[in-house]
């Protein structure tokens, strides 16, 4: 059990590290380039002496080393200062957007996972035969067309002309009661689950397949074991580490889909905040979202090789 | 040499939105940013796909977006690919601590999601076409960086390699001249794959208001344009869809028959 524990201890160590240079990555992108943000927050008919205030405002007459510390600092006790085109607190604001998406994710998680899994089972029980040919072929065109126009396409047939649900998330409001919530996002919630539907399907049936040819599986069989057993015994708890992976990868790649759904659905959550305010230049907000972000996707890989060193003895005991 | 429909079938596609890219101004019946007709008319004889939200023809916006869109996907994936696969080959030739600071960056940077990063970056730059092409390109550099790299390692032992070297023959001889001509054919069937990312993701940055700017036309600015007629039952704004899905399976088909090819002729995927 001791070489689990620190291999635990290990990857968690690296998760965090990554984060520590995560931020350092988003910081340095928002600096480095070529332009002063000044500058392009005011436009280029600014006069010096109102850049000279935004400047001094920013900080940016300090060092980036020392500017980089204190936003970090704020940024780990939870206050990231306040937005330049509004003046109101992004922590309060993120507070309150974190819990929309998180809410869009959850249901849209609850909906694709086991409908993936179940359609990867059959593609795998029906390989190469038509169940099988259709939801490739489906896949191939779900991943042809961007995430928004999947969003449009819905839009226009299932709540503009069939009108079974609002077209828009606008009416969304967090306090309303659960049915009312679900019916206003129900739609981005079919969207999100088009979306990762594909990826996760193609991943897991790819995952069982591997599984079902290991000769492990043909010894199972030709010793005369029933399917049950096989699949219980012998290919589960293989099967397991591979699809648990697969679930949260996708759900880290939810969480960036997110950004345009909700964009398209105007619903309020962190990814329209983000959007909004990298067309205003908001930096101080775009560094904040792009940090939470980044950390809920990897956090989400993190637990992804957590639950396959649990699952998977193999990985336990490296030669 | 036979070509398969499939393949056939994506080769014209292609070719077609190819032709239709760089000769826009000589096919389209109107300019891109001309007025001609009333907001959101239904298709007729005088535009075949109706009118846009602003009363511009249409089919016009589409042919001279899609000459934006190609234009940046394509010139994105050749940024992408020179910068990826040169830093590939060199750090799979050099080794050692080069191979290592570069391929951990690499990991750093693919840590954050692709379009979380670019709008880090887009809120500081200019919103221009260099621009997009240059945070694009550099950004998948990162994808073909990890295949180049998976490849030349590969190449790098091989025993003509060893005989190059041993000649004395310089690192660009062994780059150029040896890993490249050998690791050309997987590299070529990912480039169509990077192609149709690039398309799609300048298609989600323009929608999203933070690629190519108004009045300039492309795919995701065009739905962004029409994407109020949804609401009142007009389908404008879903003809970039068409355009791009079928783009896309089209390089899809082409990709994968190269990639078929090459795999019979090699054995495998370098």
């Given at each position: 059990m001791g070489s689990v524990t620190r291999l635990l201890a290990q990857r968690i160590a690296l998760g965090l590290l990554l984060?520590?240079?995560?931020?350092i990555l988003i910081f340095v992108g928002t600096i480095i380039l070529p332009g002063d943000v000044a500058q392009s927050i005011l436009g280029?008919?600014?006069?010096?002496?109102?850049?000279?205030?935004?400047?001094?405002?920013?900080?940016?007459?300090?060092?980036?080393?020392?500017r980089y510390f204190s936003w970090l600092g704020g940024a780990i006790t939870g206050d990231f200062?306040?937005?330049l085109t509004s003046g109101l607190d992004i922590t309060t604001e993120i507070g309150r957007r974190l819990g929309n998406t998180l809410f869009l994710a959850f249901w849209a998680a609850i909906i694709a996972v086991p409908l993936a899994i179940f359609l990867g089972l059959l593609a795998v029980r029906y390989r190469e035969r038509w169940p099988d040919k259709l939801i490739s072929g489906v896949t191939l065109a779900s991943i042809s067309i961007p995430e928004f126009l999947i969003g449009y396409v819905v839009m226009f047939y299932i709540g503009v002309k069939l009108r079974w649900f609002p077209s828009t998330a606008v009416s969304y409001r967090p306090d309303a009661d659960l049915l009312t919530r679900l019916d206003s996002i129900a739609l981005p919630v079919i969207v999100l689950t088009l979306v990762v539907l594909a990826h996760m399907m193609r991943m897991t049936r790819a995952a069982i397949l591997n599984v079902m040819q290991s000769a492990y599986i043909e010894t199972a069989e030709l010793k005369g074991l029933t399917m049950f057993t096989i699949i219980r015994k012998h290919a589960f708890p293989n099967a397991v580490s591979p699809i648990v992976n697969v679930v949260m990868l996708n759900l880290a790649y939810l969480v960036v889909g997110v950004v345009v759904i909700e964009v398209v659905f105007v619903y309020p959550g962190m990814g329209q905040y983000l959007v909004d305010h990298v067309s205003k230049r908001d930096v101080p907000v775009v560094q904040a979202c792009g940090l939470i972000f980044a950390a809920v996707y990897i956090g989400l890989n993190m637990v992804a090789d957590i639950v396959s060193i649990l699952s998977n003895p193999r990985l336990r005991h490296p030669k | 040499?036979?070509?398969p429909v499939a393949a056939a079938i994506g080769l014209f596609f292609t070719a077609l939105y190819f032709l239709m890219a760089i000769f826009a101004p000589l096919i389209a019946p109107y300019g891109v940013a001309e007025v001609v007709g009333g907001v959101w008319e239904p298709s007729s004889g005088d535009y075949l796909l109706g009118t846009d939200s602003i009363g511009r023809d249409l089919l016009s916006r589409m042919i001279y977006g899609g000459r934006t869109t190609i234009f940046i996907a394509t010139a994105a994936t050749i940024l992408s690919f020179t910068t990826g696969s040169i830093l590939g080959f060199l750090a799979a030739v050099l080794g050692g601590w080069a191979d290592q600071l570069m391929s951990r960056f690499v990991d750093l940077l693919m840590s954050i999601p692709t379009l979380i990063f670019a709008l880090?970056?887009?809120s500081v730059t200019p919103v221009t076409i260099p621009a997009l092409i240059l945070v694009?390109?550099?950004?998948d550099s990162t994808r073909v960086y990890r295949l180049a790299r998976a490849v030349a390692v590969d190449i790098n032992v091989m025993d003509y390699v060893e005989a190059a070297k041993l000649r004395g023959e310089g690192r660009g001889w062994i780059i150029f001249r040896e890993i490249l001509p050998n690791a050309l054919s997987p590299l070529v069937a990912e480039m169509g794959l990077r192609f149709i990312f690039m398309v799609l993701f300048v298609s989600t940055l323009s929608f999203l208001g933070l690629g190519v700017q108004p009045p300039a036309a492309d795919w995701g600015g065009i739905v962004k344009e029409n994407a109020e007629g949804i609401v009142y039952g007009v389908g404008a704004a879903l003809y970039p869809a068409i355009a791009i899905a079928t783009l896309a399976i089209s390089v899809n088909l082409v990709a994968d028959w190269v990639l078929n090819r090459t795999t019979s002729l090699k054995g495998g995927r370098g």
């Open positions: 984060l520590f240079l995560v931020s280029q008919s600014a006069t010096p002496e109102a850049l000279a205030n935004l400047r001094a405002e920013l900080g940016l007459n300090e060092p980036a080393f020392s200062g306040t937005a | 040499m036979r070509i880090v970056v887009l694009m390109g550099l950004l």
